[in-house]
Each structure stands twice: as C-alpha cells, then as structure tokens.
C-alpha cells in the first residue's frame, strides 16, 4: 500500500507520471528502494512478488552499483518484470540500454538525456555487436570530443564507484575492471566526484547512490584535485598537519582510497580471493604495474625538480621571454601537485598497512622532503607487525637516499630516528648501507634525546618514551633507556613511562574498535606491565594523536566523542575474540581498574555501554569484577532482543544480586514492576498490580507510560510457570481493550527492536519471535515507534541518562 501512495512521486516505470500522491510521501522509505540499496536480493525478489512498483530511481541505484556479482543478483529479479510491464519508450535510454531492452533510432534521442550513465550502460554492455552500435550511434550524434569527455567523466565516477565500495565492503578493487576504466580515461587523483550527470533530475534526493546521499551538497564545485583546499593543508617538512580522509570518502581520490584499502588488486576470474594483502605483501608482475599506474606517483615529476632545463640559464643568454616563464611556472605548479598528491598517498598507505603501495611510492618519491605527517603516522601504528614492515621500508629509503646523496639533510624525524636506530659496532656494519643508516640514525637520536633530557624543565615528552619502547634493537632501546633513568632520576622515568605506555593502551583499544578486529594482547598486556593506567581517558595530554582515532576525525563511533576508559573501550569492542575480552577487563580491574567509574556529566558505565552493543563477553567479565546492578544497567538488559544473549546476561546479573557481589538494593530494582515481571516475581508483581502497596512505587498501573509497554515486553519474556498469574491481573486491572491495545503496542516495540537488532548484529531475524509478535497484535508498518525514547524520558531513577544502544 505505501508502494501505491508513493507511486507518482516514484515515477513508476510504465506509468504516464500523471498520478498524484494521496498524503506526505517519502520515496526513499519505499520498502523495494531499502531493498536496493541493501543489496538484499531475497527481499526485493519477495517485494516484487507481492507487487511493488519499479521506479527509474530504483534502476539508478541498480546500476550505479559497482559490485558485478551483487548487481547481476539484483538485474535478475528486476529484469523479468520490466521486459513484461515496462514500456520502453517511458524509459530513460540508459536503463533501456543497461537492461537490454528497445532502443528506438537515434535521431529521436534527447542530447540532454544523454549523460555519464549511458555510457556506463554501453560499456556494460554484454554483446559485443549491440555495444559497437550503441557507440557507432552516440559518437555520430555527439561528435568525438564531446563523446570522449563523457565517456572518460562515466569511467571515473564508475572507478570512484568501485574503489569506495572496496574500502567500506573490505574486499579486493576489481583489478580488470579498474585497468579497464583507466584506459577509458578515468581519472584516478579527482577528488569528490561531482553530480555532473545530465540524466540525473533536478531533485537532489532522486536517483542518489549510496555514496552520493553521503556527500555534501556544497562540496560538488571542488571536483578539481589540484585546486582543492586539502591539497594545500600542509607543508613538505611541517608536522602541523595531518592528512586524514573524510566521513565515507568525502575529498577522496580513487589513488587515496586505494592507499586506504586494506585488499591489494585483484582480478576476479582468477582463483585468488583476494585475502588480505598483509604488511608486507607485495603486488607481482601485471598487479604492481597497475597499482604503479593507478597511483600515479613519480609520473609528472620523479625528483622534485623539473627535467627540462631553465631558459637563459646558461651564463651569457639573453633574458627569458614570458613563454619561458609561464613554462617554469607550469612545472613549478605540476611539481607541487605531484608532491601532495604524493604525501597523502603515503600517509594513507602507511596507516593502512598497504606495504606494497608504501614501497612503490618511496621507490619514485626522488630527492623531495617527506612530509611532516609521515612521522605523525608512523607514531599512530599501533600493530606491531604493520608498523615494523613500515620500519624497514623507511629505512631502506633513508639508506638510499644517504647514498645516492651523502651531503643531503634527510630531515628525519626524532620519533625514527628512536624506532629506527641500531647500535652496532664497525664490524657489525661492515659495508652493509642500511646498516650504516642505522647506526647513524641512533647516534642522531642518542644526541636529540640527551638535548631533550639536559632541559630538565619538563618531564621525557610521551612520544618518546613510546619511540623508545618500539625500538627493536635491543642494545640500542636499553642504552636509551639508561640515557632516561639518569638523566630524569628513577621516579620522574617511571611516571613518564606510565604516562606514554597510558597513551598507547588507549590508542590501541580505539583502533581495535574502528579497525573491527581484536586488540593486540600481548601488546596491552607488555603496556600494562609498563605502568599503563588502567583509568586512563584523556588523549589531549598526549602528543601524536591519531586522526582516525581521536574525536576530532569525525570517523569515531558516537560513543567515540568523549574520554573513555580501558574498561569502556573493551566493553564497546564487539568484534574482539570473548576470551580476549574477559582476560583483559580481570587484568584490568585487578590492577584496580573501577568498573564502577564514568567520565562525569550523566555518561553510562562500562557495564550499560557493554550491554547497550550486546557484547555479552565484555558485561559477564564486569559483573565477576564487580560491577554493580543498577537501573540503567537493568534498562539496558531489556533492550537486548537476542534471547541468547539476553538469557546468558540475566544468569550473571541474577547470579551477582543472589551473591549480593554488588551493592545494588535488590529491594528497590524489584520496585520498578517490569523488573517483578521479568524475573518472575510473581508475588510482587501482583500485589502491585492490584493497587497493594501503592507508595512503593512512583505512580499508578492505570497513568498509561511508555514504560508500561516494557511491563508486557517484560511479560512475555518471562518464563515463570505461574506468569498466567500476572497477566490475569493486568486483563481485569485494565480492561479487556486497554489490555490488547498495550500488548499490540509492546509488540510493535519489540518487533522493530528485534528486527533493528538483526540488521545491526547481520543475523538472522529469530523467525518465532517475529511470527508470535505479529500473532499478538504488532504492526509491520508503524514507523512512529522509537525504541531509544521509550523509558519515560531517558533517565533513570538514579539520575543517570539511560543511553541507548
């Protein structure tokens, strides 16, 4: 039905357009539109089937995916429908092209339809013969400029379509298709891809891609890589600044992304399933050849310095004329584009891991500086096995440098120069050059650091305790670290070691978080042993802070804003392995870690921030550590839909309060009669519900709340043999239609929690609960129901705001 009301505002294809909807119409709410853009192939096979209507902005979303495999999954269910319903002629003629169907002559074609979706549609075109006609046609209608430049427009909004896909989805770039649209002219360093397609409408909201409504609608004027403000955001030797990407690939080039994807190149017809690439992995042959192409690093300028010799440089010529100087001025400008474009290439590559992409850039970089952000990035590695190959690719480039120019200043950080260096004796070194590099660098680094210690005004900056601790030459990290001992005395080590080693255990269980993956164990547990605070939370007392990590990335989850602790951060790491979690949270809390403590103004703690992502691991670990039962933690339980999960938290919790191992008032929880109701107090429960005991509790069972519905949520869920109990004494204290109408509502509630959860965890749906709460009454199409505003305000009765999940 909501199909229907939306039909004209839709564009309904086979439909005059003529129709008007009947009320408020919201297309992009349409159930076969999510489907879409969900890639759920299953739900719009089930859609079609019960009658939804096929919109022109629907087959835009189809095509503009750039996964082939999902896109073939979804053109086969939709195809059948618009061969048998659609008429051709109230098609665009890139969806008659795509899906294959009539294309009338093309004198009858309107130029100022014909934009970069056609010839996206022509390329993908898989008869050979109907693809040769098609561009026999538009090159005669368009002329040969104006087709090239909209074929090589098509090919870089289809590359940038693909790359960021790959980094969001985690999976390898299609190495054939990105060769392919490279030699269609696609341009791999433009930058936030415009809207520039003349077939899209002027409704801003019609026809956007997943990454297009993601984009901001005033930065579609800054497509030009070369002009835009990030390229000029920082200086060849300034570590003031720190090349970052922006929200969903916002200012990102195709190079970029590449350098941020964490899968090498891969073509999909060969039997590599593109696992990850590793730090230090390495593209072979053809692969290398096109990640070098693709980058395009060294191509316009490989040294830094133009190749072409000045005008009237020679001793005696006459002066330049102002062809000249416009010429130098040319390769000025192209030299300092390449050097950007270079650096953040870099960066990215380096904080990703991408060894290979590392090693082809330092390979072409030349003579220039490294730019300030590549020690900043360097310190902000916090995997050891990443940051190590980073290490030896650094170290080769230095050595190689030194020796192609032995009198040049490398400007090489102090953070390196700790990381880096050896002490090695003339023997050891023998004629080896990076050796050499080595060992020089430590001597640099030795001479920096007593300059450093000789002050004596300020503690050992943290950054270099941690430079310090990652050093993995041995003799050289113990000389350095006597060098601290004497020159800061023993306790003023000892509290700045502790305050380095709190700065990276932090970094390091935000990073597990936004990277999805398990923090490093032994590292966390080598930090502890060095004095890290396990009730460290503020990263502004640290230097290096990472971008991608640090609140002021803009890339951070929503709990991300704000100082958390170790325990906070462990409790919001779903993707963390269960026996990590617990072994890290029990050596926290036993280095006196307080499950109990938040950062103030009203925040949740770790055992409600454990609960409210459902990481169950993390919350049984904080009750055994003593966390205690309170009623936000209890209000955050209940939202847990997974029966499971939920099962498995309320043992522990109900295991801690019949233990009395927390100091939470069993008495006062059981006031609240949704909490009577769930645990099966059955007693307590209908006495309240009777009207006994009134002053027990806040208000009356007849002042309907939105927390009344978690009274029948909570009755469903109960498991108690004599439940019927209570829900007899609700029927007669309500009434028969009161009654059904609150059970309806709770089920709605519970249906849209459970179905939200699913998404959220991608699982399946538990199919009897969803079956069981339609049974009772829930609605399939409400959409008003928000289950984070339905507790009475969102506060809890101890003052404490009840967050959501």
Not at 337 to 352: Q, T
Not at 377 to 388: P, Y
Not at 559 to 585: C, F, G, W, Y
Not at 627 to 632: E, H, I, K
């Amino acid at each position: 039905e909501e199909e229907g009301d939306a039909a004209a505002a839709s564009t309904p294809v086979g439909a005059d357009g003529k129709g008007a909807a009947r009320g408020p119409v919201q297309p992009h709410r349409l159930p076969l539109l999510v489907a879409i853009t969900a890639r759920n192939a299953p739900a719009v096979r089930a859609l079609l089937a019960r009658g939804a209507t096929v919109s022109e902005r629907m087959l835009r979303e189809v095509v503009l995916i750039p996964d082939e495999a999902v896109r073939s999954s979804l053109e086969a269910e939709i195809r059948p429908r618009l061969v048998a319903e659609a008429r051709p002629n109230t098609l665009p003629l890139w969806a008659r092209i795509h899906f294959g169907l009539p294309v009338e002559d093309s004198e009858r074609w309107d130029l100022s339809h014909i934009g970069t979706l056609t010839l996206t549609a022509m390329r993908r075109q898989q008869d050979p013969e109907k693809r040769k006609q098609y561009e026999t046609m538009l090159r005669r209608l368009l002329t040969k400029e104006w087709f090239d430049a909209i074929a090589a427009e098509a090919a870089t909004q289809e590359l940038r379509e693909e790359m960021l896909d790959a980094v969001l989805k985690r999976r390898s770039v299609n190495a054939r298709l990105a060769e392919e649209l490279l030699d269609l002219g696609a341009d791999p360093h433009l930058r936030d891809f415009g809207d520039s397609d003349a077939e899209e409408s002027d409704d801003d909201d019609f026809g956007a891609s997943e990454d297009r409504r993601r984009r901001h609608a005033d930065e579609a004027d800054e497509a030009d890589s070369d002009t835009h403000p990030l390229d000029q955001q920082s200086h060849a030797t300034s570590d003031s600044q720190y090349w970052y990407p922006g929200p969903h690939g916002s200012h990102l080039s195709c190079a970029d992304m590449l350098a941020m994807c964490g899968r090498p190149l891969a073509d999909p017809s060969s039997s590599s399933t593109g696992a990850d690439c590793g730090v230090g992995a390495s593209n072979s042959g053809a692969d290398a050849a096109l990640t070098r192409r693709f980058l395009g690093v060294g191509t316009a300028v490989s040294s830094g310095a133009s190749a072409m010799p000045d005008e009237g440089a020679a001793v005696g010529a006459s002066p330049p004329s102002r062809a000249g100087e416009q010429a130098r001025e040319d390769r000025a400008e192209a030299s300092a584009v390449e050097a950007r474009r270079s650096g953040r290439i870099l960066v990215m590559a380096m904080h990703s891991g991408r060894a290979d992409v590392v090693r082809d850039v330092l390979d072409a970089w030349g003579h220039r500086p490294l730019p300030g952000a590549v020690w900043r990035v360097l310190q902000t590695v916090g995997e050891a096995e990443a940051r190590q190959a980073m290490e030896e690719i650094l170290l080769a480039f230095f050595a190689r440098r030194k020796q192609d120019t032995p009198h040049s200043d490398l400007q090489v950080h102090m953070c390196a120069k700790l990381q880096l260096g050896r002490r090695l004796t003339q023997a050891e070194i023998a004629e080896d050059p990076v050796l050499r590099c080595a060992a020089d660098l430590h001597v640099e680094a030795c001479g920096e650091l007593e300059a450093i210690l000789v002050c004596g005004d300020e503690d050992c900056p943290p950054w270099v305790l941690t430079s310090i601790r990652r050093c993995r030459h041995t003799a050289a990290r113990e000389h350095l670290e006597e060098m601290v001992r004497e020159g800061l005395g023993r306790r003023r080590a000892v509290a700045a070691r502790s305050k380095a080693a709190s700065a990276e255990l932090l970094g390091e269980l935000r990073a597990a978080i936004l990277r999805k993956r398990t923090p490093d164990v032994r590292l966390l547990q080598d930090l502890l042993k060095a004095g890290a605070s396990p009730e460290a939370r503020n990263l502004n007392d640290f230097d290096f802070k990472d971008p991608w990590v640090t609140p002021r990335s803009g890339h951070s989850e929503p709990d991300l804003q704000r100082p958390l602790s170790p325990l906070e951060l462990l409790a919001m790491n779903t993707h963390s392995e269960a026996e990590v979690t617990k072994l890290i949270i029990a050596r926290a809390i036993q280095l006196k870690a307080d499950p109990e403590s938040t950062s103030g103004h009203g925040r949740s703690r770790a055992l409600s921030l454990a609960l409210s992502v459902r990481n169950v691991a993390a919350a049984e670990a904080l009750i055994s550590g003593g966390a205690q039962v309170t009623n936000q933690v209890l209000r955050m339980l209940r939202r847990i839909s997974s029966v499971e999960k939920r099962k498995n938290v309320e043992a522990a919790l109900w295991a801690a309060l019949s233990s009395r191992q927390t100091h939470a008032n069993e008495d006062e929880l059981l006031k609240q009669l949704w909490v009577a109701v769930h645990f099966g107090f059955v007693e307590k429960a209908v006495k309240h519900i009777e009207g006994h005991a009134m002053n027990h509790f806040e208000e009356p069972i007849e002042e309907f709340t939105r927390a009344d519905r978690w009274v029948f949520t909570s009755l469903r869920r109960c498991t108690s043999p004599a439940k019927k109990s209570i829900e007899d004494a609700l029927r007669q204290k309500l009434g028969l239609k009161m009654f059904e109408y609150i059970r309806a509502e709770a089920a709605t509630h519970e249906l849209r929690l459970e179905l939200r959860e699913a998404v959220m965890d991608r699982r399946d749906p538990d199919l009897e609960l969803v079956a069981e709460l339609l049974r009772i009454g829930a609605s399939p199409d409400a959409r008003d129901a928000d289950i984070d505003s339905s507790d009475d305000g969102g506060f809890d009765t101890d003052g404490e705001e009840d967050s959501g999940p």
